[in-house]
Each structure stands twice: as C-alpha cells, then as structure tokens.
C-alpha cells in the first residue's frame, strides 16, 4: 500500500536525516581522534525545519512521551542511523575496530556522546523498558549489539501502523454505528460521565471504566464515542486471546502500553465473550491476568463484561448500559427509517417498541434490511408492517441453542380443547402481552413502581393435558418465538453455576421478548428447603434469582408442572397467572379426536364417540393419532378404526397401562 507523503512527512524525514547527520558527525570525530587527528570541536547542527501546523517531529515526540535525556536520544539516533546509513554502519565497525561489528553499542555510545548517563542502560531506563532499543546477545553489557525497534523505527520515519507482535490480540474500534447521533440520550449521559473521569491521565492510579451490560455492541460504540470527544483513538484488547505465561503477557502489556503513547489511544478490554462455565485451572489463570491487567496497566483503560468485576488495587468506575429507553427506541426507528416509511406503517412502531427491546446497533441493522427490501424491484409481497416485524424477529432471536429449544408451531386456538374459563384465562394472558407498552408507559404504570411488571403464569395439570400446547397457541397468536428451557442443562451442580445459566437465558431472550416455558419446573423452583448446610442456602439462592429475573422480563415467562403442591407458596405469589389444566373429560375428548387430524389426512369410518371413551389425555391422544397415520400410510389406505386400535395398544404398552375392552368396544367388528 503506497502511502502519500505530505509536507509534515518531507520535514520530518530531513529533520531526522539532520539529526542522524549530527551522530555521524559525532563518529567521524571520535575516529578522528583514535587515529591522531584534529577534529574540529563542535559538532554540526541541525539545519532549521518548517513543520506544517507547527506540528513537532517525530523524534522530539518519542523524546517527549517517553521522557529521553540526551544522551538516551542520541543512543537512539545512532541505533536509527545504523539502519538509515551505510556511512554510520562502518563508522561503528571501525570504532569497534572489527568492520564486522558494523553496529551500536553502549561503549561506543559512552565514548562518542557528551553528558553521559549510566543509568540509561539499565532495564528500568526509557530505552530498554520501553523497548525503543533492542539489547542483542554477547557476555558484556556495554559491547552487546544494539537495534532500534522495528515499530520504532516507522514511528521516527513518520509511518504510523499497530505493531505486528499484537496482531490477533488488538484490534483498533471505530463507532459500531457509524455516527455517534444514533446514541439516544441516556447513552450520551453515559459519554459524558466517562470524559469527565479523568480518562486522559496516563497512569496506573487513574480509573477504569467498567462499562457492564449484555449488549457489547452498544458499550463498544459508548466508548468510541467518548474517546473521540477527549481526542484518543480506541483499541480492542480480546480478552479470551490473553497470554497467560508471565513473561509474555508482560511484554504484551508492555507493548500496549508504549503503542496508547505512540498513536495516543485508549485501550478496551473485551471480557464479554469469557465462557461462564465451571471455574478451572485454565479459566482460574485466565481470570488473574485480567485482574492484574486492569490493576498495572500504565495507560486509559476501559472494561467491558456483562456483570461487574470486583475492584482489587485500582480504582473501578463501574457504569451499568442499560437498553435504550421505550421513547428513545421509538425515536431511532422513526429516524432511521425516515417519516414517509413511518406514515405507511400507521402506528406500528409503537407495536414494535412493545414487544422488542433493541439497541440502536440493532435497530439501524433492521432498518438498513428494510430500506433495501423498499428499493427492490418488483417490491416484496409482504405488507410493509409484517416484513419489519419479521426483520425484527429475525435479528433478536436469542442465541440458546446450549440452553433452550425453539419450538415452532402454527397451531391456534381452536385446536385448543380446554373448559371456557381456561381459555378465558389464555386470551388475557396474550392482551397483557399485547398491551403492556400501553398500559405501564403511556397510562402511567411503570411510573408507580418497576417491581412487578414481568409478565409470568403457572401452566399446571397432568402430563399430556395441553399445557405445552397453549404455550404454542399463544407465542403463534403474538407472533413471538417460543422456547422450551432444558431445565438439565440450567441447573448444575456448581455453586453459583444455575444463576449464570438463568442469566444467559433471561438476557439473550430480552431482546425480542421470546415466551420462554420452562417445563417440569418444579424440579428447579419446587418449596425452598430450611437452610441445614451451604447447599440448602445456594438452591434458595437460585430460587430468588429466578423470581427476581422473572419479575423483570420484559416477555412471557409460562412454568409448567405435573405437581402444583410441590411449588413454594411464596414463588405462587409472585406469579400473575395460574391456569389448573383439568384431565379432559369424554366430551373434551371427542372434540381433541375431531380436531387432532390434519385436513391433508385421508379417513374413513372414524367414530369419535368411542374413540373418546379411551381414557388418555390430549397428548397421548395426538400420538395414537400419529401412529395411526404411519400404520394407515404404510397400508395405502385411509386412516381408520383398525390403525387407531393398534396405535392405542401401542400407546398404552408405552404408558404401562392395561387397554380395556370398555374403552375400545365397537372399535372394529371382531372386538368386544
């Protein structure tokens, strides 16, 4: 890549090609001596520079940031001119008297230079802990070849790149959105707390910015923007990509440290992608360089990670990153999407912001799809307020594959067979969902109290009586995704671990307001036990995180359980719904069998009077059926009495059950 060279670059070249020059003179006049000469006394000066917007070299720069003495400078200059100057190389081989040894060393430097200090060559030095030179092999300190850095060395001639030993570990930021417009204002408050925090100061007692939330989008664009307003630029530091040998992640920190002087940059440690599984040794040594790096870091450093790391040695400024507010989302879709978009969508934006809770990275993506499906042609066949919601469902389905399965279904409610007052229930439930961004924002609720507003229910009754079902019939009838919670992979046996495993799920499923079902959950929130040992204590821990984030979800939380009687009286009074889903009886029955076929199904002869005289709930109803179907198939024939007979002896050697001739009498001609 051919870089153009400014006016700033020609003066900074020939003020550095004047300096080497002075070094040179400085060599010619030492040998001079060494052989009986008479060198003149002074040495040659710099000639004078114009620099553009008096903007100082490179070399006063460095010299500056790092704190050089003279002496130190002219050490550093000798190593450049080495590697800029044929004539300087020889100089040095003919001073060492070996043309061989054509390179700096601490002993030529201490013989050439006036004002000698000693103490530059020690390791805490600016030249060596700051890696401006580097000491090569040889058994004496002061005849040990010198090199000037390699990224040093760039710095001086006026190229500015990151170095390459933090390639795959750094990586610059710029705004993940483009424009810092797009942060609503409780964003920009967050901005301006971070510029007036004494960011700037470059040490290890300044704070660090803990910037926690679930969105890393969002904290990186907040963090970009106030770098950008106090003039740093800002680069990433991932934080799962961490040495964890002593000696390397000290060079490493070393290294970042002198790259903020040289480009004048914050630094932002990445710790949101950290697996939050069970602590071990790797995850244990991961975790300490951390610490210790946000503890030593010489430099602005800024923290992100979705809860708040504990403050050790230096000053933590924690500032939690909130999802933007309901008015501040609806402001960015009606911006984004610009007001004659808005106008076709009669009102649906306040739908939107209802059901999603999405961040203004989020947002912009979604319009940016929408916007381009508008400039399509032919046009897409959707209407306009189905394809954003659809968009929007798209981009907030939360990631559970490890944790929850989505379940779908096109199922409504009349292949729901439940009693008038269940259902009545059901059809409240889904106006509450519908209607909450009405009723607590614009009537005024949320102002009265934020504790509460989570919308929960009890789905409790046999296994097989629907309860999984109505689930579906909701989430189709909002249009929402729904998941069933693997309550296996949340619970674990670590102490802290379920938490964490509920955290992930309430946090991703945020976004897009996802029902969430959490099946058989008395096997997680059953009655919380007396407190005998410290296991007893974490599981009644785990039970109050679950109600507390329950109570805060901005979604459907439904909880399903066989037992009733085993949930804890205190978790029942927390939840809004419980709707008792009863055995069905024979009419509820003769209605499942009426309905459980496809329309596509072919039958023949099916008499739904006796079928519902088998005693089975509406789940193993819809597996008798199932099994038929395959059984019919396999014959070529329709669906019939016979098929659903062997189906159901099927069903009930699986249930443990004895098929009565009661239940099956009339079924077919040769049965009792």
Request: glycine share 6%; aromatic share 6%; hydrophobic share 40%.
């Amino acid at each position: 890549m051919h870089s153009t060279v400014t006016p700033w670059h020609q003066a900074n070249q020939q003020y550095l090609m004047g300096a080497i020059a002075q070094v040179r003179h400085a060599l010619e006049q030492k040998l001079d001596q060494a052989s009986g000469g008479q060198a003149a006394a002074q040495p040659i000066s710099v000639p004078s520079v114009a620099f553009p917007d008096h903007r100082p070299s490179a070399l006063d720069t460095l010299c500056q940031l790092f704190h050089l003495s003279a002496f130190e400078r002219n050490i550093l200059l000798l190593c450049a001119g080495v590697e800029l100057s044929n004539p300087i190389a020889s100089l040095c081989g003919a001073l060492h008297g070996d043309a061989r040894q054509s390179y700096a060393s601490f002993s030529l430097a201490l013989s050439v230079f006036q004002e000698v200090n000693w103490s530059a060559l020690t390791p805490h030095a600016p030249l060596r802990y700051w890696q401006l030179i580097e000491l090569g092999g040889g058994p004496i300190l002061t005849t040990s070849p010198l090199r000037i850095d390699e990224r040093i060395l760039h710095y001086l001639l006026g190229v500015q790149h990151l170095d390459d030993r933090l390639t795959g570990l750094v990586q610059p930021i710029a705004s993940p959105l483009g424009s810092d417009d797009l942060l609503p204002p409780s964003y920009q408050a967050v901005v301006q707390d971070i510029v007036r925090s004494g960011l700037t100061r470059i040490d290890s007692s300044s704070p660090v910015i803990q910037l926690c939330g679930p969105d890393a989008t969002t904290k990186q664009a907040i963090a970009s923007a106030a770098c950008a307003q106090i003039g740093l630029s800002l680069h990433r530091i991932t934080a799962t990509a961490l040495p964890t040998d002593l000696s390397q992640i000290n060079r490493m920190q070393r290294l970042c440290e002198r790259e903020g002087r040289l480009i004048r940059s914050a630094f932002l440690l990445d710790c949101d992608h950290l697996e939050s599984g069970p602590s071990d040794n790797a995850t244990a040594s991961l975790q300490s360089v951390i610490q210790r790096l946000i503890d030593q870091f010489d430099g602005p450093l800024l923290v992100t990670s979705g809860d708040r790391r504990p403050q050790r040695y230096r000053p933590l400024l924690a500032i939690d990153v909130h999802p933007p507010t309901s008015d501040e989302q609806h402001h960015l879709w009606v911006h984004l999407l610009g007001q004659s978009t808005v106008a076709q969508l009669n009102g649906h934006i306040d739908h939107l912001v209802a059901n999603f809770n999405l961040s203004p990275a989020a947002i912009q993506t979604i319009t940016s799809r929408i916007h381009h499906h508008l400039a399509t042609d032919p046009p897409p066949a959707a209407p306009l307020a189905t394809l954003l919601w659809n968009t929007c469902l798209i981009q907030s389905r939360p990631r559970l594959a490890d944790l929850a399965q989505p379940i779908q279904s096109s199922i409504d409610w009349e292949d729901l067979v439940l009693p008038a007052k269940e259902i009545a229930v059901l059809h409240t439930m889904s106006a509450h969902v519908r209607q909450r961004s009405a009723v607590y924002e614009r009537w005024g609720f949320a102002n009265k109290s934020r504790r509460g507003l989570g919308i929960s229910a009890l789905f409790s009754g046999a296994s097989g009586t629907g309860k999984t079902l109505a689930a579906e019939v909701i989430a189709n009838t909002l249009n929402l995704d729904l998941y069933r919670i693997d309550l296996s992979s949340v619970v674990s046996k670590y102490i802290g671990e379920t938490e964490k495993n509920l955290r992930r799920i309430f946090d991703a499923a945020e976004a897009g307001g996802a029902v969430l079902l959490f099946d058989e959950a008395d096997a997680l929130f059953g009655k919380r036990s007396d407190v005998k040992d410290s296991h007893d204590r974490y599981a009644n821990m785990e039970v109050a995180y679950l109600l507390q984030r329950i109570e805060s979800y901005r979604g459907l939380a439904i909880l399903t359980t066989n037992l009733k009687d085993s949930i804890d009286q205190a978790f029942l009074r927390r939840i809004r719904f419980v709707v008792q889903f009863p055995f069905p009886d024979a009419d509820q029955r003769e209605e499942i069998w009426k309905r459980v076929f496809p329309a596509e199904t072919p039958t023949q002869g099916l008499n739904y009077k006796r079928l519902a005289k088998l005693h089975t709930a509406g789940g193993n109803i819809r597996n008798i059926a199932l099994n038929a179907a395959f059984l019919a198939a396999d014959e070529d024939e329709p669906v019939q009495m016979k098929h659903l007979l062997q189906a159901a002896q099927s069903e009930y050697i699986k249930l443990e059950r004895q098929l009565t001739d009661r239940e099956v009498k009339g079924w077919v001609p040769d049965s009792t």
